[in-house]
């Protein structure tokens, strides 16, 4: 069993176009986040949601929005793509004070 | 905002060398997390210290926590061409709702 899986694990789409990932983990945790990978593998965090609300929201283009429909799920819509999105997105997800697990990423290449 | 600087940011030795990583900020973290990152997978947790001056040992790597709970750093003995990936270290900020703040991580290359 995966304990975060998320999809799709590629996407290629063009500029201008809207997209979503999906992320859901079976661990039972309260906490999910979605982070930015960049080509130089720095790992940015995104957002961060914790029961199904929305805890952290770093600067991020409002062209982002994450929904949580439920505790085990954070999908990432994202509108209007462009050039700079294209990056790795990892999905992961935290019990409280421990590790975080996260999914196998997706990696969105805008063209 | 919390900052976790860490370095270097690429390394490459032989195998059989020693190494260590460094992770440091002016802030201070609730609990500091190690993770290794293979080429297209998620980050995967390695070691968590919690206590100031905190040393945890895993085979060949050994992992310490500063007295002041703001840096930390991870030594390999010994490496390995196993041991190639990109380490990454990341600070918990405390609290119910704590924050996971990455550093930049570090890519090292074991050559046999």
């Known amino acids: 069993d995966t304990a975060v899986s998320q999809t799709p694990k590629y996407l290629v789409t063009q500029m201008g176009n809207d997209k979503s990932i999906k992320c859901e983990q079976n661990?039972?945790?309260?906490?999910m986040y979605w982070y930015k990978q960049d080509s130089k593998k720095f790992l940015k965090i995104m957002f961060s949601?914790?029961?199904?609300?929305?805890?952290i929201n770093e600067t991020v283009p409002n062209r982002f929005s994450p929904k949580s429909p439920d505790k085990a799920h954070l999908n990432l819509h994202i509108n209007s793509l462009e050039l700079g999105d294209s990056a790795v997105y990892f999905c992961?997800?935290?019990?409280?004070?421990?590790?975080?697990?996260f999914g196998q990423g997706t990696r969105l290449t805008v063209v | 905002t919390q900052l976790l600087e860490q370095s270097p940011q690429f390394l490459s030795i032989q195998e059989g060398e020693n190494l260590t990583v460094y992770c440091n900020s002016s802030?201070?973290?609730?609990?500091l997390q190690w993770y290794r990152q293979e080429p297209g997978e998620g980050p995967v947790l390695l070691v968590t210290?919690?206590?100031?001056?905190e040393v945890k040992k895993l085979k060949r790597l050994t992992f310490q926590f500063g007295d002041a709970r703001k840096d930390s750093s991870l030594h390999i003995t010994a490496a390995q061409t196993g041991d190639t990936g990109l380490y990454l270290c990341?600070?918990?900020?405390?609290?119910?709702?704590?924050?996971?703040?990455f550093g930049k991580g570090t890519k090292l290359s074991v050559k046999p």
């Open positions: 992961a997800s935290t019990p409280e004070g421990g590790e975080a697990f």
């Open positions: 661990l039972g945790h309260d906490t």
């Open positions: 949601y914790n029961n199904k609300e929305l805890i």
């Open positions: 802030s201070v973290f609730s609990s």
């Open positions: 210290v919690v206590t100031g001056g």
């Open positions: 990341a600070g918990e900020s405390g609290g119910s709702q704590g924050n996971l703040i």
